[in-house]
């Protein structure tokens, strides 16, 4: 007996969702890849300057591989190392987080905090993120403040509602963060005010790229945004990108370098390092971390 025709499409189709799934879930989700990209915002005859960011590890303890691509980050030889939250997926992945970025925390770096630095992930239906339905849901207390501890004790300072400035490639930065939006714990008005004439470099730092921080940050004069929250979409269709950006920002600024809409600033959104633990897939947005080289306009 012939197989009816739609029979043999659903079999097909089955199947090739069958391997997609198995791609995503396990290969992609661990292809971790450096992005390279040249920044044009320094004064002429300015030297580069190299910024590692670093976003959205979502560390689990036992994921050595993600911790020892992490740390072997430190061979790229950056002036500044800038993470942007969600860097953990379990009360006890402290000790993953600081084996990753352990040999970086000798270079002058900064980081603010995302939710899943506060609150352990929970199960949440993926199509509440495609519709845009349903409140956020909080899981078990993490550890953050043990986290937080150990980065400024290792001389990283803390950009959760501050404002700061530190050296780093023979220049003066000046740095204003906040605490991540996309749980209402950002105060950019508690930081807020114009760019110093004086320092030579200005950059806002915040987890979610939220526009209600992204345009006053802008605004100021702080002329590199840096964020993460996004995931890149996670799941994205080839040929036209992300589905979902899980904030305000546009899709299809969803990851990459960009121009911030009305002002002169860059907006880089890392695509991340890792995934939400119960949806560990990834599709067409491989897991990353950035090098940022700063170069003259």
């Not at 199509?127 to 207390?141: H, S």
């Not at 005010?193 to 100021?220: C, F, K, Q, W, Y």
Request: proline letters at 9%; aromatic letters at 8%; charged letters at 20%.
């Amino acid at each position: 007996m012939r197989k009816r025709p739609f029979i043999t499409a659903a079999a097909t189709l089955t199947a090739a969702g069958a391997a997609t799934f198995a791609y995503a879930a396990l290969v992609e989700r661990n292809l971790f890849t450096l992005r390279r990209f040249d920044v044009p915002m320094l004064e002429p005859d300015a030297e580069p300057l190299r910024i590692l960011h670093i976003s959205d590890l979502h560390m689990m303890p036992d994921q050595r591989r993600k911790q020892s691509w992490v740390a072997a980050l430190a061979g790229t030889d950056p002036d500044l190392v800038v993470v942007t939250g969600d860097n953990m997926a379990s009360p006890d992945a402290v000790p993953g987080v600081l084996r990753a970025l352990n040999p970086l925390l000798e270079i002058p770096g900064v980081f603010v905090f995302g939710s899943n630095d506060y609150r352990g992930p929970v199960w949440k239906n993926p199509l509440t993120y495609v519709f845009g339905k349903g409140e956020y849901i909080q899981g078990v207390d993490l550890p953050s403040e043990d986290l937080r501890a150990a980065l400024t004790t290792a001389g990283w300072a803390d950009l959760n509602n501050a404002r700061t400035t530190l050296k780093a490639g023979g220049r003066t930065i000046e740095f204003a963060g906040v605490d991540d939006p996309h749980i209402d714990r950002d105060d950019y008005p508690s930081v807020a005010g114009p760019a110093s004439p004086e320092t030579d470099l200005h950059i806002g730092v915040t987890h979610t790229p939220a526009s209600r921080v992204l345009n006053p940050m802008a605004a100021d004069g702080f002329g590199l945004l840096l964020a993460g929250h996004t995931h890149g979409g996670q799941v994205c269709v080839p040929a036209y990108g992300a589905l979902v950006t899980n904030c305000d920002l546009p899709r299809t600024m969803a990851k990459g370098l960009h121009r911030w809409p009305n002002s002169n600033a860059f907006l880089h959104v890392s695509a991340g390092l890792g995934t939400h633990p119960t949806a560990p897939i990834r599709f067409a947005c491989r897991p990353e971390a950035s090098l940022l080289t700063l170069i003259p306009r």
